[in-house]
């Protein structure tokens, strides 16, 4: 599945609820270590989740402490990884439109 696809859904979804863009950037900057030049660049390939996750400069140490269930499943007791990081990716966005702070949401 594309990236390039979902995140603009990513966007739509927190923006519904009063949330920004730039809410959606800063969690994806602190979970991969992307800044704002490289996500374009991936946006504008079309980048698969695998590889945006593959790819990322670092996977932030404390993503570890996402924990909680999307679709059905805990964050934290799913084995592969890059599911887990994608999933860790959803539960960040599903908190950012549920209104949790940001420092909250980025563990911090």
């Known amino acids: 599945m594309s990236f390039a696809t979902v995140y603009p859904l990513y ?37 698969d989740f ?23 499943h805990r964050v934290e007791e799913i084995e592969d990884k890059i599911v887990q990081r994608v999933r860790y990716l959803d539960k960040l966005i599903d908190e950012l439109a549920k209104g949790k702070a940001l420092e909250k949401i980025l563990r911090s």
């Open 11 to 47: 966007i739509k979804k927190v923006e519904r609820k009063g949330r920004t863009k730039s809410e959606v950037d800063r969690i994806i900057f602190w979970l991969t270590g992307y800044d704002e030049g490289a996500l374009q660049k991936l946006i504008d390939d079309g980048t």
């Open 50 to 72: 695998e590889q945006f996750f593959t790819g990322a400069p670092q996977i932030n140490p404390n993503a570890s402490k996402i924990t909680g269930v999307i679709c059905g």
